[in-house]
Nanobody
Framework: QVQLVESGGGLVQPGGSLRLSCAAS????????MGWYRQAPGKQRELVAD???????NYADSVKGRFTISRDNAKNTVHLQMNSLKPEDTAVYYC??????????????WGQGTQVTVSS
């Protein structure tokens, strides 16, 4: 099992910045992907950005150039720096840890979610 604890959500004005953090603990497989998803009211959960244990990143088109994902493998943490925030970024943001294992199979673990609200 993997436990995820998120922090850093809140209320920010359009054009502002927020930094989300997520700390993983438990059975941390060396090969994994950590990322952030979000879900707005009435919409499906969508990928925002993810980063492999090797450092490869992937971003949703809607956040490219504004958001930056990073991780610290030694501390099992992942961060999402969000700049130039827009009202449409308002959502609950979920941290995700994906175990990559050919022996046990892949598995997804989720944080409890943190609210990000962009409003004037």
């Amino acid at each position: 099992q993997v436990q995820l604890v998120e922090s850093g959500g809140g209320l920010v004005q359009p054009g502002g910045s927020l930094r989300l953090s997520c700390a993983a603990s438990g059975s941390i497989f060396r090969v994994n992907v950590m990322g952030w998803y979000r879900q707005a009211p009435g919409k499906q959960r969508e990928l925002v950005a993810d980063i492999t244990s090797g450092g490869s990143t992937n971003y949703a088109d809607s956040v490219k150039g504004r958001f930056t994902i990073s991780r610290d493998n030694a501390k099992n943490t992942v961060h999402l720096q969000m700049n130039s925030l827009k009202p449409e970024d308002t959502a609950v943001y979920y941290c995700n840890f994906r175990r990559i294992s050919t022996i046990l199979g892949n598995a997804d673990y989720w944080g409890q979610g943190t609210q990000v609200t962009v409003s004037s």
